[in-house]
């Protein structure tokens, strides 16, 4: 007779990795926490020839930020550091703005947004910020006035959200009109007067023999033909 082979069970292969170098979950998430904690730095968006925030350093900080470049809340960041220069963000300015957020990290600066957003809104704030968003569009130094397309673009993003049937109607005008090419300040600024103060769309309280701007008076008429 053949000899019983005993049959034993087969030994537990150990784990390639020896255990001291498994990483321990708590460990994981630690590094995870650390990257997302890790302090916020000028140079990682700046360009290193010009020691400035360029377009593409704005792209990227949009991204960690999950923002789009045309994200009101990016113009409103430009705002609080005080940028003088559209799509470039100096050290100076960059250093106002995270001081003025009290934040050093993506984190802070991305849970930041909807209170600036909220300081930006507040009536003592906003004509100031809107103000602001003209004057950011003037791109040479000579320059007076915004394009009409680029007023439609700014009016919707800075002023849509609070006056939506006035915008929509006067981006409407701009485009169908042939006598304004540009939008100055005072056109600016006076329009969002108009928005305040005139009971929109019947127009009861405006009056033409006050102090508005001629582009505001063809407005007003031109409403009164499209809106009987």
Known sequence: MAPRISKRKA?????????HKIPH??????ASSNAASKKIDFKTYADSSSDM???????????DLKLETSDVKVLM???KMKAKKQGYFTKDEWKRGMEALNVDTITKLKKSLPGLEEDVLKPENF???YSYAFRYNLTEFYQKGVTIETACILLDIVLGSQFQLQVDLF?????????YKVLNMDQWMNFYRFCKEITFPDLVDYDDREAWPAILDDF??????KIP
């Open 11 to 19: 030994p537990k292969r150990s784990s390639s990795i020896p255990p």
């Open 25 to 30: 979950l708590d460990s994981v998430h630690s």
């Open 53 to 63: 925030i360029e377009p593409e350093g704005i792209e990227k900080l949009c991204s």
């Open 77 to 79: 960041l430009a705002w």
């Open 127 to 129: 004509e100031d910020f």
């Open 171 to 179: 981006k409407e005008f701009l485009q169908v009109q042939t006598e």
């Open 220 to 225: 007003v008429d031109w409403l009164k033909e």
